[in-house]
């Protein structure tokens, strides 16, 4: 009876699989095996046709999945550099265009702005001349010794010893009938001197008549070159001015 079971316990424990095994997989071996071990090709066998069949299916999504997302990149990239060239383009022909527009208002601005001097400037120099030309009445009105003045600087023009005779408005004739008996040095040396009232002559200026021609002092004549040399100063006075202008 001990000889049965003795070999009966002989047979069980030859028919145990043994742990050296090539069959033998730990609990840990199962849930981290290596794709294309071993143990994945094992395990392949025991699957079943519709999990392998998901997992390609997952395979071939996965894969269709990067290839998108490559094409998309490259897809983005290729516009981008097209959108940026593009982008350029328009920048730069609407940068001319606004280009032009500004060169074409300041043009339009430094027209006006030459016709507005223009116009200041002529409004500018008549008001100067009035105002000179006021000035100028104001100091004969207030000032006897005017004649006096334009009178000496009549005479230089006159030569020495010859017969002149002066025309002047009644009011200046008075004056300096009366000044040449206070101060005989007024018309000293010129002997043959004829004082003339004229009233066409304006108060402040005088005309003279010798042997050698006219001598022209009257007022008007005087206003006249008076103004002519005001506009020439004024002139250059805004020419000067303008440089600056355009130099800042």
């Known amino acids: 009876m001990s000889k049965v079971l003795k070999l ?26 290596k794709p294309g071990s071993a143990e994945a090709k094992r395990l392949e066998k025991h699957k079943s046709p519709r999990e392998i069949a998901m997992e390609e299916a997952a395979e071939i999504l996965r894969q269709a999945g990067d290839q998108a997302e490559t094409l998309r990149q490259e897809a983005y990239a290729e516009g981008f550099a097209k959108g940026e060239a593009e982008g350029k383009a328009a920048g730069l022909a609407q940068y001319e ?12 601005l430094e027209g006006e702005r030459e016709a507005v001097l223009r116009q200041h400037e002529e409004s500018m120099l008549a008001l100067i001349t009035a105002m000179v030309d006021r000035l100028v009445y104001h100091e004969i009105s207030v000032n006897p010794l005017v004649i006096q003045a334009c009178l000496k600087k009549a005479m230089e023009f006159v030569v020495e010893n010859s017969t002149v005779q002066i025309h002047l408005h009644g009011d200046d004739f008075s004056r300096l009938k009366k000044a040449s008996l206070e101060d005989s040095r007024l018309i000293e040396g010129k002997n043959r001197i004829q004082l003339v009232e004229d009233p066409n002559i304006a108060v402040g200026g005088c005309f003279l008549k010798t042997d050698f021609g006219e001598i022209d002092a009257t007022l ?14 004024f002139i250059a006075a805004m020419a000067a001015d303008n440089t600056v202008s355009q130099e800042g």
Request: charged share 30%; aromatic share 10%.
């Open 8 to 33: 009966q316990q002989n047979r069980e424990v030859q028919s145990a699989p043994s742990m050296d095994t090539e069959e033998f997989l730990s609990f840990e071996d199962f849930w981290q095996v």
């Open 220 to 233: 008007e004549n005087s206003k006249t070159r008076l103004y002519a040399a005001v506009e020439q100063a």
């Open 97 to 108: 265009q606004q280009r032009e527009e500004l060169a074409a208002l300041l043009r339009a």
